[in-house]
């Protein structure tokens, strides 16, 4: 695929010299993103992916490891085998804790670190858990199960990590003011739509201040949350209310139109700890022990997509590949499509493939790519109004043709 026609930014976007803003924000993204864990939870609706993928028994799927969450929610469908592949040891590393609970520890000890956020006993049970992590994983934990202490300014897991960065800073301008955090909480505890409208209406004038909306458009806030230059400049670009409007319109949705009861995803960062009724399926105690039975069907993988590919081929049925290539699409179009080839050479006809990003479209997928693969937008485009986590601008299904 070499001369391969990547896709193309917007002349104005695609910086053939990038400026030094683009410099700084890029060594900013990298230097937020290289050195830690990013994401303490898989921000990625799985209730959609599931419906999607469609796994069995016969399912071989590779997906980008992230937190893990969603991997584990897959195993709930049975499939064959998954490899959790990430270039980041420390979203493995993450992973392999929650497989090490769902092994030989026990639901409430699970529950307790990653459903409340903490525990009092976290040494004790780590150590417990230690000699089942790869020497990667204890040497990170080693260093970071304070993370789990449930003391100290950052009292939740969920506020550590990039992400918890930014979800604990989010908190502390929301649940610091007496009134907000009181509406948050009506928010939260709502029992209709109408009731989340009549809170979040008052909320969302609170929230989107013209100070705010300024910080929105600021690629530095971007890079924070792990959104990269060129993806935000797409969102400012295409969309009618630019970047602010657009996380408005998307925040709005999912706070107004889907029930937030079941809304795990922003009840973790607003509170930093989940419910036994409003968390991922992975800390739901009837889960437990159908998980604890498969546990050995999950093997991870510290390498990119196209290294695992070269290292461990096979005739794969799923890949899952959440919202990486945007970033690649801009920045390593050669990197992206060398992953294609991977990709491609490691599937067969009817292989899917699931993907979201933070545009509206496919122009992240380079067109030799597009013509081997068939996409199903009259499935995904409604399905994608449901996302509960609502942040990402579009949701793909792909099946490979040839
Ligand atoms: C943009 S994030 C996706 C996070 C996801 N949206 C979420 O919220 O759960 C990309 C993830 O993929 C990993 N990653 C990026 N490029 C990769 C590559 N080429 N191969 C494997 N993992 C990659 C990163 O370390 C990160 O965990």
């Not at 695929?1 to 104005?12: E, F, I, Q, V």
Request: aromatic fraction near 12%; hydrophobic fraction near 40%; charge should be neutral.
């Amino acid at each position: 695929m070499n001369g391969s026609t990547a896709p193309r930014l917007p002349a104005d976007i695609a910086d053939p010299l990038p400026a030094a803003g683009t410099i700084m924000m890029n060594l900013l993204f990298h230097l937020i993103h290289g050195n830690r864990l990013i994401y303490n939870a898989c921000w990625e609706d799985p209730r959609l992916d599931r419906q999607l993928l469609q796994l069995d028994g016969d399912s071989e799927i590779v997906v980008i490891t992230s937190a893990g969450c969603n991997v584990l929610d897959y195993l709930l469908d049975g499939p064959r085998a998954i490899q959790a592949v990430d270039v980041n040891y420390r979203q493995n590393a993450l992973l392999e804790l929650k497989l090490a609970f769902l092994a030989a520890g026990d639901f409430e000890e699970l529950f307790a670190f990653f459903g409340q956020g903490g525990s009092a006993a976290y040494r004790e049970v780590y150590a417990a858990l230690r000699e089942r992590l790869s020497g990667a994983a204890q040497a990170f934990w080693d260093r970071h199960i304070t993370y789990f202490s449930g003391t100290g300014l950052r009292r939740s897991f969920y506020w550590h990590g990039a992400a918890g960065d930014f979800a604990w800073l989010l908190r502390g301008f929301l649940m610091g003011n007496g009134r907000t955090a009181s509406l948050v909480q009506g928010l939260l505890n709502a029992q209709s739509l109408t009731e989340q409208h009549y809170f979040y209406s008052q909320i969302e004038g609170i929230i989107f201040t013209r100070p705010l909306s300024w910080l929105l458009r600021q690629p530095a806030t971007m890079a924070c949350i792990g959104v990269p230059r060129a993806q935000m400049q797409l969102l400012d670009r295409q969309y009618p209310g630019r970047l602010d409007g657009f996380v408005r319109d998307k925040l709005r949705q999912v706070m107004t139109a889907l029930p937030i009861r079941d809304n795990y995803f922003w009840r973790v960062y607003l509170t930093g700890s989940y419910t036994p009724e409003c968390c991922p399926n992975y800390l739901q105690p009837e889960n437990f022990n159908r998980l604890k039975a498969a546990v050995n069907l999950v093997s991870t993988h510290t390498c990119t997509l196209t290294e695992f590919l070269q290292r461990q081929p096979g005739l794969y049925s799923h890949f899952v590949l959440l919202d990486h290539q945007d970033w690649l699409a801009w920045h390593q179009p050669q990197t992206l499509a060398e992953e294609w080839q991977a990709i491609f050479a490691n599937s067969r006809p009817g292989t899917k493939i699931l993907m979201r990003s933070a545009g509206f479209d496919l122009s992240f997928v380079p067109v030799e790519v597009k013509a081997r693969l068939r996409f199903f937008p009259e499935v995904t485009e409604p399905l994608h109004k449901q996302d509960r986590v609502g942040t990402y601008g579009s949701l793909h299904l792909a099946e490979v043709i040839s």
